[in-house]
């Protein structure tokens, strides 16, 4: 830096070549002399010498950014990077616009609660012309246990948009933006991980779904949960957003894994505590569960059905009613209940729950 010439500085060419004159060529040359040094030298005023060792000065010290800049960087990659609306207000809210893209978002919670009804809506939002709020793009749908209904997401579109679905031709071609993978395993899918790649490049892919992870690595965890995590660092490089949907299970002292709230003696497994709690996790891992940067809990509580933010780097602890209709999910209340406490990391279904550790740092 110090040894840059000073006729590539940009000075105003009388000063440049006086400096010349008087052999002052590098930054060096000019900022070792004071300023009195140099006004007796180049026979110059102290304004124009103040000035020029300023000028100097900025070319040739190192580069730096503003706290400011900084933050004003962030805000743009942020927006840059975007979200995929969820439709449900309170939710969008509580997330800062929706599922972030380049992040995993989980959607945890027992069977039946509704993980694949969202799943659906995001994808048809995802599909939607940015005109009615959509992403106007191609959606990936990793489909484990055949449980994506074309029939449903029709009804669903048709119900939630009727003025695009009931256009000629539309459902046709929102319904054929959506890309379903049925693959057999965990090694399948890590195969199909390079299709999807090139499917990013060559299509408008803005949405990774897989449904459910916890069927795609069923069996993985036989040989110890390390395959979960190069595919949590393979997918995490993918900067579309990417949604998965996980179960809670335990593991029985047989060695076996079992979902809860799908088996009948679920309740009695739970009176328990201290001999389960430690034992349940959400499937897939503790390691899985730091890939994660926003985790969904989906639950229901004396009948009512409730989706949590209990994982977020940004948004508040916050759970909001919803139902299941024939238009898909829907918040019954934007305003969100807050939650305090160990209730973040539990998972209510009716009058049973779990304790789960999400994180080793959670209070259990
Ligand atoms: N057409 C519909 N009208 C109203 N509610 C519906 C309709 N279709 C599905 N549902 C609701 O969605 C629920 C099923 O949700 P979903 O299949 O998303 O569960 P899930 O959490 O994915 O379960 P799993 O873990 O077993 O896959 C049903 O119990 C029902 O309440």
């Not at 609306?85 to 893209?101: H, N, Q, R, S, V």
């Not at 009613?321 to 999910?329: K, R």
Request: charged share 20%.
């Amino acid at each position: 830096m110090a040894s840059r010439l000073i006729s590539e500085m940009g000075l105003p060419k009388s000063i440049a070549n006086v400096f010349a004159a008087r052999s002052i060529k590098t930054a060096k040359d000019a900022l070792s002399l004071t300023e009195f040094d140099l006004m007796e030298l180049a026979d110059m005023g102290l304004a124009e010498v103040t000035s020029a060792l300023a000028h100097i000065s900025e070319r040739v010290s190192p580069p730096y950014q503003t706290a400011l800049s900084l933050l004003e960087q962030r805000i743009q990659n942020e927006q840059l990077a975007g979200h995929l609306p969820t439709g449900l207000k309170g939710l969008d809210e509580a997330l800062f616009g929706g599922i972030p893209f380049g992040v995993i978002t989980e959607l945890v919670g027992p069977a039946g609660i509704g993980k694949t009804q969202f799943c659906l809506k995001l994808s048809l939002l995802a599909s939607l012309p940015t005109r009615h709020g959509g992403l106007d793009a191609q959606v990936i749908y990793i489909d484990v246990e055949s449980k994506f209904s074309s029939k449903r997401l029709i009804e669903i579109g048709a119900q939630s948009f009727p003025e695009i679905f009931y256009t000629r031709g539309m459902a046709q071609e929102m319904a054929g933006r959506i890309l379903v993978l049925r693959p057999a395993s965990l090694a399948e899918f890590t195969e199909s991980l390079q299709q999807i790649k090139l499917l990013l490049l060559e299509r408008r892919v803005k949405l990774l779904v897989i449904d459910s992870m916890a069927a795609l690595t069923s069996g993985e965890f036989e040989h110890g949960a390390s395959k979960i995590n190069p595919l949590g660092w393979h997918i995490s490089f993918l900067k579309i957003p990417i949604v998965v949907t996980n179960q809670v299970r335990s593991q029985s002292s047989d060695d076996t894994w079992r979902y809860n709230f799908q088996v009948g003696t679920r309740h009695r497994d739970l009176e328990d505590t201290s001999k389960y709690d430690s034992q349940l996790i959400a499937a897939l891992g503790i390691h899985w569960a730091h890939a994660v940067t926003i985790r969904l809990i989906l639950e229901t509580i004396s009948g009512e059905r409730f989706i949590k933010v209990a994982k977020s780097p940004m948004s508040p602890a916050l759970a909001f009613p919803f139902s299941i209709t024939s238009s898909g999910i829907s918040l019954l209340n934007d305003d969100g209940i807050e939650v305090v406490g160990q209730e973040i990391s539990t998972i209510h279904c009716d009058g049973d729950y779990l304790i789960i550790k999400l994180d080793p740092q959670m209070p259990q």
